[in-house]
């Protein structure tokens, strides 16, 4: 099948060259000219897993084009997929202005009946505006074709986009039409047939039930996280500990261990702005969503206090205090640094006068660009290089490499040893008989060698 995706971002460019892989023809429209002359050239854009090796395959099979011409994209099919972005305006609500501007162009180029398929997160109700808009865009040009909008919203994750893509939990199409609906379902039919173990269920609903089911998704993700880092907070002062006790909880089969770790906050792209999208829908319609607000302020609480602790421990004057920090991105397996809990860390060090030693795997190059402007930003080669002389050492993203810590290094290496751990990956105990100082969020400060530590070894 052909298809047209507008937006090379995430969901646009991972939706691109998964169809394009498994056999549908794709073009792939951007008004970011760099951006597809390097696609075209099969030059990476984004940093995930398995994504070039599937572009160049992609383009080795002619099975996908970019471009930033939007006739081109127009006429090249009759499907055309909305991936555009719909970032937060400052008042909460999602931005649909290039949402819109895609459809615009796209309809006054259209002389066949033609599918539109939304995928970008949008508020509830979107589609139907989309529908009505083509409805009086159509009758401006008083041309007479038949038009469809469907909602068919994207679950992906970043770090594991191209297998969440490829083996989906799901396939949410909400349509009101049935042609419409088997027209999707047809596009995603080998991917759900190639499934080996069950096959996702593709549900057919309204186009609003599909939106909301994208935004409920998301929430009650982002809940389940709030939930455990309001939790870590009463451990603290209860004088449990959270690890524990999140594993006393998780293995209740209904609750289970996914999205359950505590830690610095939440961040990323989806689940900030999707919460803040849904509360501004809710208000503007006279409904305060409680849970919602809730599930955002612990959120903010949560970054606020780690960060505060780490400053505490300078009494709130980090000037000249070398600070390491070990991860950037807002989650492993991504360069993204979209609401990264570290990127705010770092930014009041910085601000503050402190020098910020920074190691990132690959979320480096994007953090010496954010950070531009401080001559106290050093990005670091290794993980190592950046405890050199350092006063603190923040462990913000959970790549891989960092559960390996060598203790012994650390008190070496660093001016004095304190390890603050914003993704709880390390054990306490361990730490602690070390002689490393230790701080996480449901566990406390424990100084290395403080008499409580010493009679608790004993
Ligand atoms: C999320 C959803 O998971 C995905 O289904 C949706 O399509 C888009 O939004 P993403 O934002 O890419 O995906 O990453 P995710 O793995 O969900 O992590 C989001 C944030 O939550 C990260 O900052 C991560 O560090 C944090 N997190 C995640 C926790 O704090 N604890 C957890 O247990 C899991």
Request: charged share 20%.
């Amino acid at each position: 099948m052909k298809i047209s995706i507008y937006g090379t971002g995430y969901v646009g460019l991972i939706a691109g060259v998964c169809f394009a892989n498994i056999g549908h023809k794709i073009l792939c429209y951007d008004v970011d000219q760099e951006r597809i002359n390097n696609l075209k050239l099969g030059k990476s854009v984004l940093y995930e897993q398995d994504f070039d090796k599937l572009l160049a395959n992609a383009l080795e099979k002619d099975n996908i084009y970019f471009t930033t011409n939007i006739e081109a994209a127009a006429c090249f099919s009759n499907i055309h997929m909305m991936c555009v972005g719909t970032p937060s305006l400052n008042d909460g609500s999602a931005n649909l202005t290039y949402l819109f501007s895609a459809v615009e162009n796209l309809v006054f180029h259209s002389t066949e009946p033609t599918l539109i398929i939304i995928k970008s997160t949008v508020p509830v109700g979107t589609s139907i505006l989309i529908s009505n808009k083509v409805k009086e865009l159509l009758l401006e040009r008083k041309e007479i074709v038949s038009i469809d909008v469907v909602s068919c919203p994207e679950f992906l994750a970043q770090g594991e986009a191209v297998h969440n893509f490829m083996h989906p939990n799901r396939i949410i199409i909400g349509s009101d039409n049935l042609l419409a609906f088997e027209k999707v379902r047809e596009i995603y039919e080998p991917i759900v047939r190639s499934q080996k173990g069950e096959a996702p269920p593709v549900l057919c609903m309204s186009p609003s039930s599909a939106e909301l089911s994208k935004y409920a998704s998301n929430l009650f993700l982002a809940c389940k996280i709030s939930f455990m880092n309001e939790l870590s907070r009463i451990a603290e002062f209860t004088g449990a500990n959270i690890t524990e006790v999140i594993n006393g909880m998780v293995s209740d089969k209904r609750i289970g261990p996914a999205m359950s770790h505590p830690g610095c906050g939440f961040g990323g792209s989806c689940f900030p702005k999707d919460l803040k999208a849904l509360i501004h829908q809710s208000e503007i319609n006279n409904y305060t969503p409680q849970l919602l607000h809730a599930v955002l302020d612990v959120n903010i609480n949560q970054k606020k206090y780690f960060i505060e602790r780490v400053f505490s421990l300078f009494n709130f004057d980090v000037k000249n205090k070398t600070i390491a920090i070990w991860g950037l991105a807002f989650k492993p397996n991504t360069d993204d640094l979209r609401e990264s809990i570290s990127c705010e860390l770092v930014e009041e060090l910085l601000v503050g006068g402190a020098i910020v030693q920074a190691y990132d795997p690959v979320a480096g190059n994007n953090a010496k660009k954010k950070f531009q402007s401080f001559k106290n930003f050093i990005i670091c080669k290794s993980k190592e290089e950046a405890l050199d002389k350092a006063d603190l050492l923040a462990v913000m993203t959970e790549w891989p490499e960092f559960f390996c810590i060598d203790t012994e290094l650390l008190k070496h290496s660093m001016n004095s040893p304190i390890l603050f751990d914003g993704r709880n990956m390390y054990d306490p105990q361990e730490i602690k008989k070390s002689g490393v100082s230790y701080f996480a969020v449901g566990i406390g400060y424990i100084p290395a060698n403080s008499p409580e530590t010493l009679s608790n070894d004993n």
